[in-house]
């Protein structure tokens, strides 16, 4: 890895940790200490590592950054969904959510500051893509939001700002890191990571050595509809999506999740449910139906209650595998990027 002056000491994996270590004339044990200290401790200075000699203290404190992020307000829901908005180090502001599900503390990770899909539908994609966040960025939104939380988060999922895909680098070694038994520990089973459907991606996706979860973000059936709400479907449309989802089940033997939210008007039918169910025949997937979060940068509104149900239950008639998500943090707008757009536009009146 190139050490880059005052890099994040995060940005490194365990294996960069151990060959820098050993590269300045140390014990590997010291790589070991350091990340139990990062990890385990979640010091917020490195003179906090108190089991380390003074003269890797001082190399430390020469080469990394430690707090690659600072606290800028949150928003908490009547459900217990808490939405966190950070500041990083040069300015731009990246948003993190923790959600209270049945199975445990689930938190949802920003990968970019900003986003090129340009979703219509999203507020995330009104605001264009500035850069990508590092590993280190991505993993030191779940130690602070544990700590602001002061609860273990046990589940994560790579599906806020951003597309992880186009940050593919960067998110690998994120997910090597909060995988690793001195890491964070998160089992690959419990992380998710979301995207818009970038074909090639996924199809390297589906030889990745940890059995994290794949969801793929469809939201229709049939080019037509896709395309209005999703541009990326011009350079991949439901057909490649549909086979490079079949290539991965194929290669990881795994099930893939297809992540669809529902819109009234646009993407609800019976007629579009039972599309989908015919495009989904034979794969090996589940569908996640989720109530569509209103933003105020999109005219789209989401599905009547009685709709989605009906949606819900053409879907099963079919015999496909699906979820109605329950609808969390709409009353502190929970969808991606809107606490971020209304702070900015507030900061700029």
């Not at 004339?25 to 139990?36: L, P």
């Not at 990394?64 to 939405?83: I, M, W, Y």
């Not at 923790?98 to 995330?124: P, R």
């Amino acid at each position: 890895m190139d050490m880059g002056e005052n890099m994040l000491i995060y940005d490194l994996s365990y294996e960069d940790l151990s060959q820098y270590i050993l590269s300045k004339g140390f014990k590997r044990y010291r790589a070991n200490q350091i990340f139990e200290w990062l990890y385990r401790h979640r010091v917020k200075s490195f003179d906090e590592m108190t089991n380390l000699p003074t003269e890797i203290i001082t190399m430390l404190e020469s080469e990394f950054k430690l707090n690659p992020l600072e606290f800028v307000l949150r928003h908490q829901a009547s459900d217990g969904t808490l939405k966190c908005l950070y500041q990083l180090h040069d300015g731009h502001l990246i948003e993190t959510v923790l959600m209270d599900q049945h199975y445990g503390k689930s938190v949802c990770v920003t990968t970019q500051v900003g986003c090129n899909i340009g979703c219509s539908f999203c507020a995330s994609g009104q605001l264009k893509k500035k850069r990508d966040l590092t590993s280190g960025e991505i993993i030191a939104q779940i130690i602070e939001t544990e700590r602001i939380a002061k609860e273990r988060i046990a589940y994560v999922v790579v599906m806020g700002i951003g597309e992880p895909f186009d940050n593919y680098q960067h998110l690998k070694t994120f997910l090597m890191t909060i995988n690793h038994p001195k890491g964070l520990a998160i089992g690959a089973r419990h992380i998710t990571v979301s995207t818009s459907g970038i074909v090639p991606k996924i199809k390297e996706y589906a030889h990745f050595p940890l059995q994290v979860n794949l969801a793929v973000s469809l939201h229709a059936p049939n080019d037509v509809i896709r395309t209005s709400l999703m541009k990326i479907n011009k350079r991949y449309p439901v057909g490649e999506v549909l086979d490079a989802i079949r290539y991965y089940i194929e290669h990881a033997r795994r099930r893939v999740t297809i992540e669809y939210i529902l819109i009234d008007g646009i993407n609800d039918s019976v007629d579009v449910a039972t599309e989908l169910a015919s495009r989904l025949k034979g794969l090996n997937v589940y569908v996640n139906l989720i109530p569509y979060n209103e933003v105020i940068e999109a005219p789209y509104r989401r599905s009547p209650r009685e709709q989605m149900v009906l949606f819900y239950d053409t879907l099963k008639k079919h015999h496909v595998q699906v979820t109605l998500r329950k609808e969390q943090g709409h009353d502190i707008n929970a969808a991606c990027g809107q606490l971020r757009s209304t702070h900015l536009k507030e900061e700029s009146v």
